[in-house]
């Protein structure tokens, strides 16, 4: 009989005492930790983000892992991570308070995948994305325990980004780019195939729900979920948050990838019950695009980080009241060798990768481009190039109706929840 995948729920105490509890349940972590070995601390600062806004793992829970890991033995302590492309990653840590916080803890280095140097190739066996090598860093391969921590939040493109897609931020900006133009979710787990972190700690301490990336709003949900399957922890992570996993795609993937068990009767929850920790959290993304029914959106071949954007830019057209009046736009994202024939006006081209086609429609300027500008494309009809000063004023105007209308929602989201107690 194969042995279920265990799940730790830690829930209610400090950060500190939550991760002192996960390590317990799952046999301590002077037994996990190897004596003077070298453990990587990956979290998720893809995106910037303030401490509080839940964009970001949670700087405090890195810091107790730090600490944890070495008081238990460990010789040295790496927080490592590769930002969403067009993000700095050295601004995402220090912007998130990571980079403080680890520095705080002890941590011996913290590193910019991103500017690696020492890449050692690595060839995927059987792979079942278009990936079949990929370069790594030499420190990441030759680490005694890779820790990966990342947040549950809602996602644009992945409907939720919790255990399974925080590996992606393991690769340079390249094998993104290469990952985005094959099956993202078979890329994800072949990646995993090569690096198969040892110990994953979840931050739902104030995970993210909303139109995540860009715009997540924090929910206090108090946990810490930790276990040494990604696809277990994940698939317990979805359960406490009320998320249909017939709706995420990806857990298919994993199971057809032999990444771990996603089916209760495969895995052992400790501490903490599922219902015990049960919220219902609000994750709009479920239907993906076919959530904006009135636009044309063509999303072949493109990035998360696009994606999310546009996401989020078809509800701000709605905060503005622009949604409805501006339905004709053809909204083009991802690179494609053709794009539709319209009239110029109508087509709106999201990003660098579509520079060739430039002149048949409204560019939209960026790799990804700046935040607002998608909206304004839509609405103006004009190029967006650069964010000049005097835009500033305008986007300032545009915060008030956007978090309204976030508000609005959420207001609605906890009198159901309130109801449902
Ligand atoms: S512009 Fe293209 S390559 Fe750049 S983030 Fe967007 S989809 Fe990806």
Redo the contacts with the bound molecule.
């Keep these: 009989m194969t042995a279920k995948s265990i799940v730790a729920i830690a829930k209610d105490g400090s950060v500190d005492v939550m991760v002192k509890q996960v390590f317990d349940l799952l046999g301590g972590a002077e037994n996990i930790i190897k004596k003077g070995g070298t453990v990587v601390l990956k979290p998720n600062a893809g995106h910037h983000g303030k401490p509080g806004t839940s964009v970001n793992t949670s700087a405090k829970l890195v810091g107790a892992v730090a600490r944890a890991v070495r008081a238990a033995g460990a010789g040295k302590v790496i927080v490592a991570e590769s930002a969403a492309?067009?993000c700095d990653t050295v601004d995402c840590l220090k912007d998130a308070g990571i980079y403080g916080e680890a520095a705080a803890a002890g941590v011996d280095e913290i590193i910019d995948i991103k500017a690696s140097k020492d890449l050692i190739t690595v060839p995927i066996r059987d792979a079942r994305s278009e990936l079949t090598s990929v370069k790594l860093p030499r420190f990441l391969i030759e680490a005694d325990h890779i820790i990966n921590m990342p947040i549950f939040k809602s996602h644009a493109s992945m409907v939720f980004s919790c255990a399974l897609k925080n590996i992606k931020g393991v690769v340079q900006d390249k094998v993104h780019?290469e990952m985005?133009k094959t099956n993202l979710a078979m890329a994800m787990m072949d990646i995993w195939s090569v690096v198969r972190a040892d110990l994953n700690i979840a931050d739902l301490i104030w995970p993210a729900e909303g139109f995540g990336p860009h715009s997540a709003v924090p929910m206090d949900f108090g946990c810490v979920l930790a276990s040494r399957d990604p696809a277990a922890l994940d698939a317990v992570a979805c359960r406490c948050v009320g998320l249909d996993m017939g709706k995420v795609s990806y857990f298919e993937n994993a199971r057809e990838r032999g990444i771990g068990a996603t089916e209760l009767a495969d895995i052992e929850v400790v501490g903490k019950r599922i219902d015990e920790v049960y919220q219902k959290m609000w994750l709009p993304y479920l239907d993906g695009f076919g959530a904006w029914p009135e636009y044309d959106i063509l999303t072949e071949n493109?990035?998360s980080?696009?994606q999310s954007l546009v996401a989020f830019t078809m509800e701000k057209l709605k905060a503005l009241g622009e949604y409805d009046k501006n339905s004709d736009a053809v909204i083009v994202?991802?690179?494609k060798s053709e794009v539709p024939d319209v009239p110029r006006e109508r087509l709106i081209l999201?990003?660098?990768?579509l520079k060739r086609h430039r002149g048949k429609g409204v560019a939209v300027n960026?790799?990804?481009?700046s935040e607002p500008h998608v909206a304004w494309a839509v609405i103006d009809r004009e190029d967006q190039m650069e964010i000049q000063d005097y835009l500033r004023d305008r986007m300032a105007e545009e915060e008030g109706p956007w978090n309204a209308y976030i508000d609005a929602i959420v207001a609605e989201k906890n009198k159901t929840r309130r109801k449902n107690l």
């Design positions: 492309i067009g780019y985005h493109s990035c980080s696009c994202l991802g690179a999201v990003g660098n990768c960026g790799c990804p481009p």
